[in-house]
């Protein structure tokens, strides 16, 4: 296992400077003293926070001189295999995106759009996985990870040092947890800098908690509203690795505080997200919620996802 390191994430940052958006920030309340801050990651190159890995991951590759000519290959949920079509078709890659077959359609059309190969196999992650891992053995097809390798989580980890710049005196960043890329990633950063970590999951997507109280990673059921987007079945060894220092707080999240908090910042904020976007805001709106911010701290909430139909967030009357 590679220990993930904030050299790591300042090397990703130089490679995808340029070619990734910098993250926008923007006061939950503006009449909270800016206590709690929206990093607006969802508008972000394939509408995810999964470009910046998904650059790094190729861009490094493409360094080092072992980018094949079969390509990218990788297995993802949407998000991951979003961002690998979009970096793939922006550095000349061909790329091949394998997906439980009751992926999103929406998804779908997008990484079409993007030039991939887009393979349906199986009805979860794990089989659209193992379709992948033997196209990469017939093909020599280069194998990305949806979150499991340290580029990736790298890459994520860019976003908590631009936060920073943006939100003077942050104390806490919240942010979701599905297969750990993109926390691990922060978190790293954020320890660096002396800055806490929220890691939220659905309470039926817990592959991080549950690694947690086993202490050690274990596969765990998927049965969520934002399993689509956060929906591993077990955490990266590098997101349990990152989990266990002091300045991780981990919790749960029911789905109806997930639905509650996406239909709460369409409606009072105008911002449509996946049920994954909205997962870290829920640890903080949830009734008695797992995470209460003190009076005089700074929080920055991270949006990290906008991968969806958006027509279910307007109300029939």
Not at 239 to 257: E, I, Q, W
Request: proline share 5%.
């Amino acid at each position: 296992m590679h220990d993930l390191t904030h050299g790591d994430v300042e090397q990703a940052a130089a490679r995808i400077a340029g070619h990734t958006r910098p993250v926008a920030v923007a006061p939950a309340d503006p009449t909270a003293r800016g206590r709690v801050w929206f990093a607006m990651e969802f508008m972000q190159h394939t509408g995810s926070f999964k470009a910046r890995g998904a650059w790094n991951f190729l861009a490094a590759h493409r360094e080092a001189g072992t980018l094949p000519r079969a390509g990218v290959t990788i297995a993802s949920g949407g998000n991951a295999g979003l961002a690998c079509a979009w970096a793939a078709q922006r550095q000349g890659v061909p790329a091949t995106v394998f997906l439980p077959e009751n992926a999103p359609q929406v998804k779908v059309a997008r990484l079409r759009g993007y030039g991939a190969d887009v393979r349906l196999a199986g009805t979860e992650y794990a089989e659209a996985l193992a379709a992948c891992e033997e196209f990469t053995r017939t093909t020599g097809a280069l194998a990305s990870h949806a979150y499991d390798h340290p580029l990736i989580a790298a890459g994520a980890g860019t976003l908590l040092d631009e936060i920073r710049t943006r939100v003077p005196g942050l104390d806490t960043v919240v942010v979701a947890v599905g297969g750990g890329g993109l926390f691990a990633g922060v978190a790293t950063a954020a320890r660096h800098h002396g800055i806490r970590t929220v890691a939220v999951e659905p309470a039926g997507s817990r592959a991080l908690h549950a690694a947690l109280e086993a202490g050690r990673v274990v596969d765990v059921t998927v049965d969520s509203v934002a399993a689509d987007a956060l929906g591993a079945r077990r955490v990266s060894e590098t997101a349990l690795a990152a989990a266990r220092h002091a300045d991780v707080t981990s919790v749960l999240v029911p789905d109806k505080a997930i639905v509650g908090a996406r239909q709460s910042l369409w409606e009072e904020h105008r911002i449509a997200v996946e049920p994954a976007g909205a997962t870290a805001l829920a640890a903080l709106t949830a009734p008695g919620g797992p995470y209460t911010p003190e009076e005089d701290e700074t929080v920055a909430v991270v949006l990290c996802g906008a991968n969806t139909d958006p027509g279910d967030l307007v109300r029939r009357h």
